[in-house]
Antibody, heavy 123, light 111 residues
Framework: QVQLVESGGGLVKPGGSLRLSCAAS????????MNWIRQAPGKGLEWVSY????????HYADSVKGRFTISRDNAKNSLYLQMNSLSAEDTAVYYCARAGHDSGGYEAHFDYWGQGTLVTVSS | QSALTQPASVSGSPGQSITISCTGT?????????VSWYQQHPGKAPKVMIY???KRPSGVSNRFSGSKSGNTASLTISGLQAEDEADYYC???????????FGGGTKLTVL
């Protein structure tokens, strides 16, 4: 069965950096778009970034552009999010989520989600 | 402020039907049949209930249905059950500049 397991969250000071990981299993990882989606405490969902299976297409929300970098290692079935210049507004649970098959266009339909990892930015 | 507008809360009694609206613009909901709906119970990850406006993933009850008219999408839950009490979020593809927009979420209370 499909499993997504995030790790790497924690407490970081404003201006600091953190790298999140998502370990995927149960499907052919390289065949799918993958995403990071976050949820601030008590708030709604916010899409952060997506990466195509081949890493040929990468896009970010304006709120993180220039600070966050998404990447993947298909040999390791892993997705990453490098977060720099963090601020309190980045405090959230970060989910990795699978989107559609790489053979089609990006569809913004998230069929599997991890359990999330909490990132807290505070001094 | 979220890109898609949902009511903050809706409620219904067991067995009743409710509808949650999701209003966007001609740049997202109105232009693409790529609207999805997610159910989230407290402390849990979201779960897709509807995708491509009205399609139901395998395993999702047929009590859940979706539709769209113009810039507004809707999620209807019929035969309300206690387990349906959760937060619901709509989501739409928004083109090759914005890509993805979510609604602010609707808290469903089963009375």
């Amino acid at each position: 069965q499909v499993q997504l397991v995030e790790s790497g969250g924690g407490l970081v000071k404003p201006g600091g950096s953190l790298r999140l990981s998502c370990a995927a299993s149960g499907f052919t990882f390289s065949d799918y778009y993958m995403n990071w989606i976050r949820q601030a405490p008590g708030k709604g969902l916010e899409w952060v970034s997506y990466i195509r299976g081949s890493s040929s297409n990468i896009h970010y929300a304006d709120s993180v552009k220039g600070r966050f970098t998404i990447s993947r290692d298909n040999a390791k079935n892993s997705l990453y999010l490098q977060m720099n210049s963090l601020s309190a507004e980045d405090t959230a649970v970060y989910y990795c989520a699978r989107a559609g098959h790489d053979s089609g266009g990006y569809e913004a339909h998230f069929d599997y989600w991890g359990q999330g990892t909490l990132v807290t930015v505070s001094s | 402020q979220s890109a898609l507008t949902q009511p903050a809360s809706v409620s219904g009694s067991p067995g009743q039907s409710i509808t949650i609206s999701c209003t966007g613009t001609s740049s997202d909901v109105g232009s693409y049949n790529r609207v999805s709906w997610y159910q989230q119970h407290p402390g849990k990850a979201p779960k897709v209930m509807i995708y491509e406006v009205s399609k139901r993933p395998s395993g999702v009850s047929n009590r859940f249905s979706g539709s769209k008219s113009g810039n507004t999408a809707s999620l209807t839950i019929s035969g309300l059950q206690a387990e349906d009490e959760a937060d619901y979020y709509c989501c739409s593809y928004a083109g090759s500049s914005t890509f993805v927009v979510f609604g602010g979420g609707t808290k469903l209370t089963v009375l």
